[in-house]
């Protein structure tokens, strides 16, 4: 994409007003009606297979979340790009719950850094959709910073409340790049502006708000609300069961790892420090990419290295695991490593510990907060091999600690990571942003009384309302919907 195009795009958000005008909402729907909820990642596929290239924990975000929305009775939309022919429009997870497909650019996997240019696209069908569907999306939710300026794009335009995650922060990705691509002044502009003019920033650690606040802007509203996940699913299976599914002895200590072959997430670095270790192990590594993508080579590179390491005998590549035999491998290994050199948030290690595994991992990022050092795991310095090799040591030496451990981490996930709990969270912020659209409809269409139109207008300038005064406004919209509240004389 050329220069001046890229520019013009960044330009159509800096003119963009932050604050919404006054004009009726385009997006209003009645009172009783359900709203509905647009999950929008661009490049991120609800539905697809965790492990290939370019999916990721972004995808199980915005899938688990939408599923569990729809299980707490919203309707949920989450749109994405298609990126091959034969892929379906729209696809029912769940009811109440959809993947849809739009088309923007060739029906082909790009990569992340070179879909900026077809972002215009992508509004437009999101826009094409709505219209001839019928479709009043109450609020959208943007996941990373390609899917945050198409959102800005349908704030402005159609005056929608925006909600945002992050993902990944481009100050802190490129922070020790020497040559950052070109798209990261783009995506710098992208992030700042996201935050200073969507409704509500979403960030899933205290250090992602540190890093927001530090590197990105001082203005915008950001909650704390972590990643969720299906507690239940990952500690389904017994490590005995599991190991027997998976034909290992029940004496064989497993170091795991799981996710992409990423240099970002220190794959490297974790098989360096096994090659020190003086105990007997396996080291899974679990996943993998198509052979024609960038992860394949770094699998490649990692291969590679695991060859001139000595490691070949007691390394296991899986390959690309389902979703549903994800638990199996998690409960199987005696220690989960995270070894990341930079991570938002640190899904692997949450649902790690929801098998009861305890996790060793970076001391980075939202994994400072996911990992509670010397309870459910053990923190250690990135890109240091000697120190992984030693927390390492000291866990497979010392089963019950490792015991220890895995028991807490199993009980601190469920108590605060579980997703119907996340849900809860991320419901009563959309409702405290869209409260105010079905009121405000109220206001213009009924006549009120200046006491009763002054009292719902002080409330709703909190603009984040507390849960009881959330559902204060809902038993009122009920009452005026069933006629029980009487209107002021004309």
């Known amino acids: 994409m050329n220069t001046l195009a890229s520019l013009n795009l960044v330009k159509s958000l800096e003119n963009s007003a932050p604050e919404a005008p006054n004009s009726q909402p385009q997006n209003s729907q009645p009172p009783n009606s359900q709203p509905i909820y647009a999950l929008i990642s661009v490049h991120g596929d609800p539905t697809?297979?965790?492990?290939?290239?370019?999916?990721?924990?972004?995808?199980?975000?915005?899938?688990?979340?939408?599923?569990?929305?729809?299980?707490?009775?919203?309707?949920?939309?989450?749109?994405?790009?298609?990126?091959?022919?034969?892929?379906?429009?729209?696809?029912?997870?769940?009811?109440?719950?959809?993947?849809?497909r739009l088309n923007a650019g060739p029906a082909e996997f790009i990569s992340r850094n070179n879909l900026f240019e077809y972002l215009p696209e992508f509004v437009?069908?999101?826009?094409?959709?709505?219209?001839?569907?019928?479709?009043?999306?109450?609020?959208?939710?943007?996941?990373?910073?390609?899917?945050?300026?198409?959102?800005?794009?349908?704030?402005?335009r159609l005056e929608l409340p925006q909600v945002h995650t992050y993902h990944s922060i481009g100050a802190v990705k490129y922070r020790n790049v020497e040559n950052p691509p070109q798209i990261a002044a783009i995506r710098d502009c992208v992030e700042k502006a996201t935050l200073e003019q969507a409704d509500y920033v979403i960030s899933t650690s205290p250090q992602e708000v540190e890093d927001l606040r530090q590197l990105i802007s001082q203005h915008g509203r950001i909650k704390v609300i972590p990643c969720g996940i299906d507690t239940e699913h990952f500690g389904?299976?017994?490590?005995?069961?599991?190991?027997?599914?998976?034909?290992?002895?029940?004496?064989s200590q497993i170091i795991l790892y799981v996710g992409r072959f990423d240099p970002r997430k220190g794959v490297e670095t974790l098989v360096k420090a096994c090659a020190t270790l003086p105990d007997s192990f396996q080291l899974y590594l679990v996943g993998g990419s198509r052979e024609d993508g960038a992860d394949f080579q770094e699998q490649q590179r990692i291969q590679t290295l695991v060859n001139e390491l000595g490691l070949k005998a007691v390394t296991v590549f899986t390959g690309r695991i389902s979703q549903a035999l994800l638990p199996t491998?998690?409960?199987?290994?005696?220690?989960?490593?995270?070894?990341?050199?930079?991570?938002?948030?640190?899904?692997?290690?949450?649902e790690a510990m929801a098998a009861g595994t305890p996790v060793i991992a970076s001391n980075v990022g939202g994994l400072q907060h996911t990992v509670v050092h010397g309870e459910t795991g053990l923190l250690v310095p990135p890109c240091d091999s000697k120190a992984l090799a030693i927390a390492i040591h000291s866990l497979l030496k010392n089963p019950t600690l490792k015991q220890s451990y895995g028991n807490a981490a199993q009980n601190w996930v469920q108590s605060r990571f579980s997703t119907q709990g996340v849900a809860a969270q991320v419901q009563e912020l959309y409702q405290s942003l869209t409260l105010d659209t079905f009121i405000q409809e109220i206001i213009q269409t009924k006549k009120l009384t200046p006491d009763l139109e002054k009292q719902i207008q002080n409330l709703l300038k909190s603009k984040a309302l507390k849960s009881n005064e959330i559902k204060a406004l809902e038993k009122l919209i009920d009452s005026f919907s069933n006629g029980i509240v009487q209107w002021a004389s004309s």
């Open 48 to 100: 697809a297979e965790i492990g290939k290239e370019g999916a990721g924990g972004q995808n199980v975000y915005v899938r688990e979340l939408g599923l569990a929305l729809a299980k707490r009775g919203c309707q949920v939309d989450m749109f994405t790009r298609r990126e091959h022919l034969n892929q379906e429009e729209i696809v029912e997870l769940a009811p109440g719950c959809r993947t849809i």
């Open 124 to 156: 437009e069908a999101w826009l094409n959709f709505q219209n001839r569907t019928g479709h009043s999306y109450a609020l959208i939710h943007t996941n990373y910073w390609l899917s945050g300026w198409v959102g800005l794009e349908l704030k402005s």
């Open 236 to 251: 389904s299976v017994s490590q005995e069961v599991a190991r027997q599914q998976l034909g290992i002895a029940p004496d």
């Open 329 to 350: 491998y998690y409960t199987t290994g005696d220690i989960c490593v995270v070894p990341s050199y930079y991570e938002p948030f640190g899904l692997v290690a949450i």
